[in-house]
């Protein structure tokens, strides 16, 4: 493979991991809301969050993108495809991350709400001093998970057109009648990637666990 | 006569068809230890868990102080719930020792004692790392404040613990079976630490199955049976002879497993 061809390859592969990584940000984000409407007790935002988690849990992703995709100009909304393909994957793993953070936030003792109450701590307070550091130190690993689960899924994402490391790897085999070389360099890519976040959460772990919390 | 710490007035509590306190009456002086013992079911742990607001009665009024805790007398029988900041500034003379000690295992021990001190009084971090420094030393553990409670034995957990709830200065400290998830060898520390607080005229209200404490550190035992306060007393009066029968029962199940010596 020639030094151009190759970076070809790193520079899909970089787009890979943007895509993602704002992917993932945005679902995070999108996460937390739906998690916290489903705690809810009022049915009005439950509801709709678990409306929610169903649907985007149990549509296949490949044809989310595809509604997405399709959807956005017949409403007249005109973006790059990129703008699509994220939108798609966030909205996806928002459904997921929610969830996970669900898990955690239950998965609190009570025993700890309770000594939080018994030293006078407002609702707020309890949810920003010791619900949400223990549930994010107990979805952790999830999340680390959902990452790598997101980057390997971004592979779907060139079906809106993107081209990112899959859909180069596909391109540039057609080119060159090469494709075991330009698919096994793309899966070693993925791998690459996929290690190095599994390798930075449990980095992460460790240091929750013994480091500072300040 | 001064008003009592905690007052306790015909209190009424089930979990679903359960009734598990059927009408308690009790009065915790100031400054004086208060134990409640009782068979296990008996709802003396509800009872403290009822004067924390950890539990809701379902009728009867508990008074801290002279402030109703909780629900407030609204006349006819009938009684208000109490608006949530109401609850926390009455809530705020109580401190509590959990069984499970409780601590927030993403701070140290340090953290653990100061944080309601920054976060809820807005103490300023140096200060509250004063206070928190003086009030883990008294219970004995001032080189373990950087500690966190993973990195500490069950004993030291239940000390800072203790320690948590003095940083605030309660005027009343409850203890809910404090020493009972600890292995035997560390409950001497506890121990030790809650005598040291008696002793200082603290009020103290103690769920024990330490009978040999309550009776040498408790200036009043209350006993549970079954949801009713069936005595109350000095200990010499309640452990003297003759016994109530319940009370000889109770003590006997102790005494065979060898678990205390009376005075």
Known sequence: ?214 | MTRPAVRIRDVHKSFGSTEVLKGIELSVPKGSTTCLLGPSGSGKSTLLRCIAFLEETSSGIIEIDGDPLGFAEAGEGRRTRLSASDIRRVRAKIGMVFQQFNLWPHMTALGNVTEALVTVQGMKRSAANEIGNRQLARVGLSDRGHHYPSELSGGQQQRVAIARALALSPDILLFDEPTASLDPELTGEVLNVMRELAETGMTLVIVTHEIGFAASVGQKIAFLDHGKLLLDGPPAEIFGTPRHPRLEQFLETYLDRGAATLV
Not at chain 1, 80 to 98: D, M, R
Not at chain 1, 103 to 124: K, Q, T, Y
Not at chain 1, 164 to 171: D, F, G
């Open chain 1, 1 to 214: 493979m020639s030094t151009r061809l190759f970076e070809l390859m790193l520079w899909a592969a970089g787009k890979t991991v943007l895509l993602s990584a704002i992917s993932i940000a945005i679902g995070l984000a999108i996460g937390l809301l739906v998690c916290a409407a489903k705690l809810s007790p009022k049915k009005l935002l439950s509801i709709p969050a678990t409306v929610y988690v169903s649907l985007f849990r149990g549509v296949p992703l490949l044809v989310q993108l595809l509604l997405i995709y399709n959807l956005l100009p017949a409403l007249g909304i005109l973006v790059p495809s990129e703008v699509a393909a994220i939108a798609g994957l966030a909205l996806c793993t928002a459904a997921y991350q929610a969830e996970n953070l669900r898990g955690g936030f239950n998965s609190v003792p009570r025993g700890l709400i309770e000594a939080a109450d018994m030293v006078g701590m407002s609702p707020w307070q309890q949810l920003r001093r010791i619900r949400a550091p223990i549930a994010f130190r107990l979805t952790l690993p999830a999340l680390v998970n959902e990452m790598i689960l997101i980057l390997k899924a971004s592979s779907l994402i060139s079906v809106v057109g993107v081209i990112e490391l899959t859909r180069m790897a596909q391109n540039l085999s057609a080119s060159t009648f090469r494709p075991l070389l330009f698919y096994s360099v793309a899966g070693g890519i993925y791998l690459a990637i996929c290690w190095l976040v599994a390798g930075g959460g449990s980095l992460a772990e460790r240091l929750m666990r013994t480091g500072s919390s300040r």
